[in-house]
């Protein structure tokens, strides 16, 4: 037990050191959902924000601009919101970006 | 790490005893993948969003201090139809629906504590408590284990303890 001092940290690196070939790829699988898992949730929000933050835009600022609330606004960026597709492509071509699919590797998919 | 991830600590008792650590130990026996997700969402989502999941699809408020963090979906969604099972007792507890043509691969939900409302805390809760000014404790719904994390600081532990023997 005291291996890990209670870190889950250094309790899931002790887990894949001592892994198999053959169990270090089951729980690369796992880490690889929850990657992609995190992605769909919150990564449209992180992409949000810090696109926003380029341009040094406050939310309060791309409320005016857009027309979309503020309280909005700050509910998408930590993903606990469901945009439609007409807010979020009034977020981005105020910012300058597109609404488009990627791979779940981060790939863009062609048009 | 990185630095802005929550740090996630085992809830230890006045025992000794990891409740959390002893859970996912036997999970890991009986269901290994089951293990897997679930402890690679706590390392990747809990620990990037803290409490930042309630609200999500992740987690929600429950009342008075009391949060939960629920994994919907586990290898199912990366395996071939004809290699789902169907979806696990702790999904099942957690209420969790089957996603859109995939079977959910029920993961233990998981709650945590937060604050002073906090019900019926144990010795060793109130002791971690008083070390740790902005304490959260993580348990599952339908078992009692736990984790932590701390924003700062979580710690878990089960349910079981919270409630008294739920």
């Known amino acids: 037990m005291s291996e890990h001092n209670g870190s889950f940290a250094d309790y899931v690196a002790g887990k894949e050191m001592s892994a198999t070939q053959e169990r270090r790829a089951q729980m690369d699988v796992a880490r690889t959902h929850a990657e992609v898992l995190y992605t769909e949730a919150f990564g449209l929000g992180r992409q949000l924000a810090a696109l926003r933050n380029q341009k040094h835009l406050t939310q309060g ?15 998408i960026e930590v993903g606990k919101a469901n945009p439609t597709q007409e807010t979020l492509r009034k977020l981005g071509a105020s910012l300058g970006a597109v609404l488009t699919f990627a791979t779940e ?5 062609p048009i | 790490m990185n630095p802005d991830h929550f ?15 002893t859970w996912l130990n036997r999970l890991e026996s009986d269901d290994m993948a089951k293990h897997d997700a679930i402890v690679y969402a706590l390392q990747v989502i809990l620990a990037r969003e803290g409490a930042g ?7 929600r408020t429950l009342g008075k201090g009391l949060y939960e963090f629920r994994l919907r979906q586990g290898r199912g969604r990366l395996s071939p139809p004809s290699e789902q099972g169907d979806r696990t007792s702790a999904g099942q507890a957690a209420g969790a629906p089957a996603t859109t043509g995939i079977r959910a691969e029920g ?8 604050g002073e409302g906090a019900p019926g805390p144990t010795r060793g809760a109130s002791a971690v408590r008083s070390q740790l000014p902005d ?18 600081r979580y710690v878990a532990y089960p349910i079981s303890l919270l409630y008294g023997g739920l």
């Open chain 1, 61 to 75: 600022d791309l409320a005016k601009a857009t027309g979309v609330g503020q309280s909005e606004i700050s509910r």
């Open chain 2, 135 to 152: 304490v959260v404790a993580c348990s599952t719904q339908g078992g009692g284990k736990a984790l932590t994390c701390n924003p700062q």
């Open chain 2, 53 to 59: 999941v309630c609200g999500t699809e992740f987690g």
């Open chain 2, 7 to 21: 740090h996630r600590e085992f809830y230890e008792d006045d025992n000794g005893t990891m409740p959390v650590l």
């Open chain 2, 107 to 114: 993961a233990a939900p998981w709650q945590w504590l937060r």
């Open chain 1, 105 to 109: 590797d981060g790939r863009p998919i």
